[in-house]
């Protein structure tokens, strides 16, 4: 059993996989303030709770956009497990051809999402995940990486929206009845949701016409399942997609692991 965890700035998700299929996924809160044993307590539980012994783990992979979570939440994984995991990042391969800049400023997310991708669907591709940032990853035919955009995340651009204006409540995001709202509460979710979904739409174009061709659209992250069934284009909802990007990873670098 391999142990997948990504570090994301509101969420850590992390998932066991046996072979190639995933147990089960799980969530906890990003917590820069926790310690090791903390996280430790806190990940040994969850295992529990889904039958899993953190000691019959083969190993484990991690991906992390935050740093200073990084070496913590390893450290709590090496406590549980006996082994310390594989991190994202230099010396790992990745098999991917990243044709950005500088190739060591992108996101591990961002590589483990474009691995599965590549592995799951047709190139080119165009990922969204989208998460505390929403962020686009697009993946040429010869299975490259191209590069893509980075927004503030459909969450944040509401929390912003409710913090610096005067009259406008705190409101869950989900879809109202109409894209015209007839109140403030849905005006604000008509934005949110549908015009998220219409900026992914109107991305898709935008990045279609300078590949010249069409691509496979991807979203993953926390809000795109409830968003993307908004989108007027095509996509392939993957809730998984980085934590199975996280599995061939470690499948391929497993070799690496310290004894």
């Given amino acids: ?11 850590i998700t992390f998932g066991v996989f046996k072979d190639n299929d995933l147990l089960f996924e799980s969530r906890m809160e990003t917590n820069r303030s926790r310690l090791r044993d903390q996280y430790a307590i806190e990940l040994r539980d969850i295992l529990d709770l889904y039958g899993v012994n953190p000691r019959k783990l083969e190993g484990s992979i991690i ?11 390893a450290g709590a994984i090496e ?4 082994k310390y995991p594989l991190i994202i990042g230099p010396g790992i391969k990745t098999g991917l051809n990243i044709r950005i800049d500088n190739p060591a400023q992108l996101g591990a997310d961002l590589v483990a999402g474009a691995v599965a991708a590549i592995a799951m669907v047709k190139s080119p591709s165009i990922i969204f995940d989208l998460g505390t940032a929403t962020t ?3 993946i040429g035919k ?10 503030p995340g459909a969450g944040i651009s509401l929390d912003t929206l409710t913090v610096r204006t005067a009259q406008l409540p705190q409101i869950n995001m989900e879809a109202p009845p109409k894209v015209i709202g007839k109140n403030t509460i849905h005006c604000m979710q008509s934005g949110s949701v549908y015009g998220t979904a219409s900026m992914i739409d109107g991305m898709i ?6 590949l010249g061709e069409k691509a496979t659209v991807i979203t993953t992250g926390g809000l795109a399942n409830m968003i993307s069934q908004y989108c007027k284009r095509d996509v392939v909802h993957c809730d998984r997609l980085i934590l199975d ?3 061939i ?3 391929r670098n497993k070799d690496l692991l310290k004894k």
């Fill in 1 to 11: 059993m391999i142990l997948t965890v990504d570090i994301g700035n509101t969420n």
């Fill in 63 to 73: 991906c992390s956009v935050v740093p200073p979570l990084t070496d913590c939440f």
């Fill in 79 to 82: 406590l549980l497990t006996g």
């Fill in 136 to 138: 686009i990853s697009v």
């Fill in 142 to 151: 010869d299975n490259s990486f191209l590069g893509g955009c980075i927004m």
């Fill in 205 to 210: 174009d935008r990045i279609e016409e300078e």
């Fill in 245 to 247: 990007g996280l599995k």
């Fill in 249 to 251: 990873l470690f499948d």
